[in-house]
Structures are given as C-alpha cells and as structure tokens.
C-alpha cells in the first residue's frame, strides 16, 4: 500500500520526531523484553544450583571395602565393629548414617553430633518410649466375651539389657528391619538396639544391629559389651 504523497512544501523525509517514535520505541521494548529474560534466566540459574546441591546433601555416596573407623564410627570403639563393611554413608547437617555388613548381619549406625547431656538422655528417653508404644497392649479391633485387649506375648517383647546413657535392647525385627511384629512370621531377624553417648565429644549414636534370629541373646549381649564410647 502507497504511503501519502507529500502536499508542496512537505519534506518527504521523517523529522527527528517521528523517528523518534517510529523507530527508537520498538527497540526500547525489546531492551526491556530482553532485561526481562536474562532475569528470569538468572532465577532458573539460581534455583538449579540449589536444587543440586540439595541433592548432592541428601543422597547417599555408597562406598565399597572400607571397614568402620572414624570418621564413620565417632567416638565409637571396640571388637564388634570389626570385620564391617560400610555399604551406604548418608550426611545431613549434625546427622550421619551409616549402613554396613559382614558374613552375620547387618549394623545400621545414626549419630548425633554437638548434643547436651540432657538433650542426648531427652533422645533416648523418646527412643524407648517409642519402642514401648509399639508393644503395648491395644484394644481389639473384634473385642469378644473373653476379652477386648490384644495383649503381646511375653517372648517378643523387648528384652532391656542396659540404661541410662548406654541404654539397650534386644528386639525381634521383621524383613524391613523394623520393630513391633508380634507373631514367628513376623519376626524374621533379631536385632540389637542400643544408644551410645560420649560426654567428652557430645556424641550420641543409636546402634542397630540385625541377624538372624536364631543368634543367642547371650551372644548378642557379648557383642555389644564390646563397644564403648569414652
């Protein structure tokens, strides 16, 4: 389409005005869209850095023919840890795990770094409630004439062999490695739970341990007498 024709006297070129407008209005607006994008670009750019170093916090390093020893162990010493291989090491702030293995069983160690005596025995003392709550007796979901409680046989309840700072039990654990089965099919490993706490260095460490369930408790009992924690 034909631009106007000029009348006579009228420039046929655009005065600084007009090209101000025609030209220079456009470009501005694409500086802005551009300012716009490196920021946004910037943001992303940001977000992705936090998202991997999240994950590289949270995700465990597997390791491979290591035995435990310090830094893995802690303060944690003694003839029981020997002949373990850590398979998993998982850090987290003040908290690491631990997971490692032998010919027998499989030893699962959480510490706590930088804890006061009396938040240390709080922990413990939350453990064992914990662990109680999971075999008390609990009303029956078809109560009948004989009676309206689930009550937990006496032999696979916990078993207290230690208190205090040292507190510890022993526990049958079901093929997840968890606590509270209470019938044979169940009960597939039998586990030592044990906490260790070190005034000197503020370390508490919750100490697992499962094996097979045929293991004697007094075995078991021997193997943990074997650890300290000075």
Same mark, same amino acid.
């Given at each position: 389409?034909l631009?106007?024709? +000029?009348?006579?006297?009228e420039?046929? @070129? +655009?005065?600084? %005005?007009q090209?101000? &407008?025609?030209?220079?209005?456009?470009?501005?607006?694409?500086? *802005?869209?551009?300012?716009?994008?490196?920021?946004?670009?910037?943001i992303?750019?940001?977000?992705s850095?936090?998202?991997t170093?999240?994950?590289?916090?949270?995700? +465990?390093?597997?390791?491979?023919?290591?035995?435990?020893?310090?830094?893995w =162990?802690?303060?944690?010493?003694?003839e029981?840890?020997?002949?373990?291989?850590v398979t998993?090491?998982?850090?987290?702030?003040?908290?690491?795990?631990?997971?490692?293995?032998?010919?027998?069983?499989?030893? *699962?160690?959480?510490?706590?770094d930088?804890?006061?005596?009396?938040? %240390?025995? #709080?922990m413990?003392?939350d453990g064992?409630?914990?662990l109680?709550?999971?075999?008390?007796?609990?009303?029956?979901p078809? +109560?009948?004439?004989i009676s309206n409680?689930?009550?937990?046989?006496?032999?696979?309840?916990? *078993?207290?062999?230690?208190d205090g700072?040292?507190? %510890? /039990?022993? @526990?049958? =654990?079901?093929?997840?490695?968890?606590?509270?089965?209470?019938?044979?099919d169940?009960?597939?490993?039998?586990?030592?739970?044990?906490? #260790?706490?070190?005034?000197?260095?503020?370390?508490?460490?919750?100490?697992?341990? /499962? @094996?097979p &369930?045929?293991v004697?408790?007094?075995v078991?009992e021997?193997?943990?007498?074997?650890?300290?924690?000075?």
């Open positions: 389409m631009g106007r024709v +000029p009348q006579d006297g420039s046929s @070129v +655009p005065d600084a %005005a090209f101000r &407008r025609v030209e220079l209005t456009p470009m501005g607006q694409q500086r *802005k869209a551009g300012d716009v994008a490196d920021y946004l670009a910037s992303l750019l940001l977000l850095c936090l998202a170093l999240t994950a590289c916090q949270s995700q +465990p390093n597997v390791r491979r023919g290591g035995d435990i020893q310090p830094p =162990a802690g303060q944690l010493r003694g029981g840890l020997r002949g373990f291989v998993e090491e998982f850090n987290r702030r003040s908290t690491i795990m631990i997971t490692a293995t032998n010919h027998v069983g499989i030893l *699962k160690l959480e510490r706590f930088g804890l006061e005596a009396e938040s %240390a025995h #709080r413990i003392e064992i409630m914990g109680e709550a999971l075999y008390a007796n609990a009303l029956s078809y +109560p009948g004439d409680r689930v009550v937990t046989e006496a032999a696979y309840r916990p *078993k207290r062999v230690a700072a040292h507190a %510890a /039990f022993l @526990v049958f =654990a079901n093929d997840r490695f968890g606590y509270g089965g209470t019938t044979a169940q009960c597939v490993y039998r586990s030592v739970l044990a906490w #260790r706490y070190s005034d000197h260095s503020g370390e508490l460490t919750r100490i697992r341990l /499962f @094996v &369930r045929g004697r408790d007094e078991l021997r193997w943990l007498r074997s650890i300290a924690c000075p």
